[in-house]
């Protein structure tokens, strides 16, 4: 009896940390949801207890005057699309590093570990400039382009380690079926590796859609810009729409949350896979 106490005090003392965590973690999104519903006076006033009524006038409020279903939109049409070129895209390099035999396989490796190095806002200029005279300032492509060539290196590294570790057997067997490169890419290479593959998609994802920078430099027009540059016009020059902003904020961060709710078991595996050998 006294040895199976023990145990669960010892039990519950490792827990402590973990709940002290997920608390830590999870209680700024608390807060940000419920402060939400408050007013701007209450929010002063009580800004660590519930709100007095759960009203939608601050929601409202972000989609009607603070524009922010349109910033939503411009978005997802931003990151989806970025994340589906850029996914694929790097899917197929690290399948011809990983998988072909070809004399220039790890300098390439090498050159997209080196971009892991850049810091994005050294390449701001030479792409603000290049733009300028390509004419693609102000457009959706300006931002899109940027996001797919910084998801590169960091795709293509995680799928590169998964992609090394699938035996040459099964490509072997689908060659002599008849299989081209491309099917064999498509419906076998790709499948055996969805867990890498939800995994980078997810982290290309959470970049893209909380990034400030590019769409702030490379748009001009209000109409087009997304959700972080959307949330800076909640603050005027002499006052700004708290409670207003934080309803914009907890719908900003709501695709991330359910992104990672929905995928989070892929993202687990995919994370490990690559450095499972045998």
Known sequence: MKNNNREKVSTGIKYIPLVAFT??????????????FKTGNELFDNPWGLP?????????YAFEVGNIGRYFINSVIVTVTAVVIGV?????????????KWKLSKATMYLFLLGMMIPAYATV??????????GLLNSYASVIIPHVAGAFPLAVFILTGFLSTI???????AVMDGCGIFRIFFRIILPI?????????VIVFINIW????LPQIFLTDNSKMTLPVGLTAFQGQYMT????????????IIPSIIVYILLHKNIMEGMVSGAVKG
Do not use: H, Q
């Open 23 to 36: 608390v830590l973690c999870l209680y700024p999104i608390i807060w940000l949801f419920l402060n939400s």
């Open 52 to 60: 007095s009524s759960f009203s939608l006038e601050n929601y409202i």
């Open 88 to 100: 694929l895209l790097s899917s197929m390099i690290a399948y011809a590093i990983a998988r072909m």
């Open 125 to 134: 200029i030479p792409l603000f400039s290049m733009f300028n005279k390509l």
């Open 167 to 173: 035996p040459k057997d099964i490509e072997e067997a």
């Open 193 to 201: 590796s969805k867990s890498s593959v939800v995994t980078v998609a």
């Open 210 to 213: 909380n990034d400030l920078l």
């Open 241 to 252: 729409n708290y409670v207003g902003l934080i309803a914009a904020i907890v719908i900003t």
